[in-house]
């Protein structure tokens, strides 16, 4: 690697932060909705870090960190960690197509044991929410789609 493709990593990867933080806390809250953490729910983040290309670029064992750090703030202070994550999804909103990202992302990991309580399904109404979205109408999309 060249120090100018080190340096275009660099800028991209900063560039993707907000991107990052707001993926990995839409996971977080996704996943917690129910209570649980499920191997399925893990299963399903580690594909889409594996498939995003915004999302590649950062070391994976990095990005579990935060995904872990965010989790564990969920557990053991829920309230406050929840709006401190919702404000790291906010900040991305404006980017309409990164937002559409993170909400199809928060999509995926709530579906991705089988099933989408109505827990699950109020916690990404929330998310869709905060992104400027109506949930109804990417559920209707998913439907139609599947």
Same mark, same amino acid.
């Not at 990867?13 to 191997?39: K, P």
């Not at 197509?97 to 990404?124: N, Q």
């Given at each position: 690697?060249?120090?100018? &493709? ?8 900063? #560039?993707?932060?907000?991107? @990052? ?7 977080? @809250?996704?996943?917690? $909705?129910?209570?649980?953490?499920? @191997? ?5 983040? &580690?594909?889409?870090?594996? /498939?995003?290309? #915004?999302?590649?670029?950062? &070391? ?6 935060? @995904? ?6 969920? /557990?053991?202070?829920?309230? $406050? ?7 790291? +999804?906010?900040? +991305?909103?404006?980017? /309409?197509?990164?937002?559409?990202? +993170?909400? #199809? ?7 991705? &044991? ?8 109020? /916690? ?23």
């Amino acid at each position: 690697m060249s120090i100018l &493709d080190g340096l275009n990593e660099h800028i991209a990867r900063h #560039r993707n932060h907000d991107f @990052l933080n707001a993926a990995m806390a839409a996971s977080a @809250l996704a996943t917690q $909705a129910d209570g649980t953490v499920t @191997l399925s729910e893990r299963y399903r983040i &580690d594909g889409i870090l594996a /498939r995003l290309e #915004r999302l590649r670029i950062y &070391d994976p064992h990095k990005v579990a960190r935060i @995904l872990d750090g965010f989790l564990t703030e969920l /557990r053991d202070n829920p309230e $406050a960690a929840h709006g401190v994550l919702l404000h790291k +999804i906010r900040r +991305i909103a404006e980017d /309409r197509k990164a937002a559409e990202l +993170i909400v #199809r992302i928060a999509l995926s990991v709530s579906h991705s &044991d089988g099933g989408f309580s109505a827990s699950k399904r109020a /916690r990404f109404a929330e998310i869709c929410a905060v992104l400027g979205y109506a949930p109804g109408c990417i559920l209707g999309e998913r439907r139609s789609g599947e």
